[in-house]
């Protein structure tokens, strides 16, 4: 496995390949980025992992300070799967003007309105940094597939319509959430929690599963089951940002005739952030 820091020398280490899979990711990896990487190799003969904290997608200085960096624990654990290539550029080196301290100078993408809604809405700004991002990286790999995860699953909806309006030749492939027995999606901010908010932390898998058998059992809106899931929670110590019943295939909200749904949520216990979501149809599945 090559670690490369630089443009140059990852084009050099790509040269030698036919077919790129690439996994993007800010590091700190779990479980979860592990079976992406796998999901890649399964692709093609050659796995490109960027490892990168992207400073343009993080609403405050201090929750991208606070970002763990673990790029040698990382390594080790994409060796030991077989990944091909690491590459983990500074920032200078994907933000040539950046000047020290900010990135105004940056050109940057504005993703289109779904971007704006769910967690675009309480993050003004994380969709914008998120599409640039992986649109310069998409140009650094030239990857023919490239692996992203389900539990971003607003952010896998605007990474498809990057590739479809920038005209990417790209096949974007989706990984489902890795979760904990005990059904809690796996994160790298779990690791903030202690043991028993940890436990805690299980309400949102369960509540968004409450919340599926409501809809798909009992007469009664969308709108309803949204509002008691988000009360139950608020009783539970939550700080709900949103529990939102979707169009799986656009994001808007759910009409009584859609097939494929899906319920997301995003809520705050001790202080962290937790974001979750589970695919559904409206009727249940015999
Ligand atoms: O999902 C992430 O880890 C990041 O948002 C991504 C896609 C690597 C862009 O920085």
């Not at 201090?62 to 990944?83: F, H, V």
């Not at 656009?250 to 216990?269: M, N, R």
């Amino acid at each position: 496995m090559k670690v490369v820091h630089t443009s140059a020398v990852l084009k050099h280490a790509l040269a030698a390949h036919n077919k790129v899979a690439f996994v993007p990711t800010m590091g700190n990896f779990h479980d979860g980025h592990l079976t992406l990487v796998e999901l890649a190799k399964q692709q093609a003969d050659c796995v490109v992992v960027s490892i990168f904290v992207n400073p343009l997608q993080f609403d405050s200085s201090a929750d991208l300070e606070q970002y763990p960096r673990t790029l040698e624990a990382d390594c080790k654990k994409l060796e030991a799967i077989g990944a091909t290539i690491v590459f983990a550029p500074s920032v200078e080196e994907m933000y040539p003007d950046f000047d020290g301290t900010s990135l105004n100078q940056t050109m940057i993408i504005t993703p289109p309105p779904m971007a704006s809604i769910l967690c675009g809405a309480s993050r003004p700004g994380h969709f914008s940094g998120v599409a640039t991002i992986v649109a310069k990286l998409f140009n650094l790999v030239q990857p023919d597939v490239a692996v992203f995860g389900k539990k971003d699953f607003q952010q896998l909806a605007i990474i498809r319509e990057l590739v479809k309006q920038f005209n990417f030749a790209i096949e974007i492939i989706a990984g489902n959430i890795v979760r904990e027995a005990s059904g809690l999606a796996m994160s790298s901010r779990n690791g903030h929690f202690t043991a028993q908010q940890k436990t805690q932390a299980e309400q949102l898998n369960q509540a968004l599963k409450s919340a599926i058998a409501g809809a798909q059992t009992t007469p009664t809106t969308f709108m309803n089951i949204e509002k008691q899931t988000t009360e139950a929670l608020t009783k539970q110590g939550w700080e709900v940002d949103y529990i939102s019943i979707r169009s799986a295939l656009t994001l808007k909200p759910a009409l009584e005739d859609d097939e494929q749904l899906v319920i997301l949520g995003a809520a705050t216990l001790a202080n962290i952030r937790l974001i979750d979501n589970i695919e559904f149809c409206a009727k249940p599945l015999n």
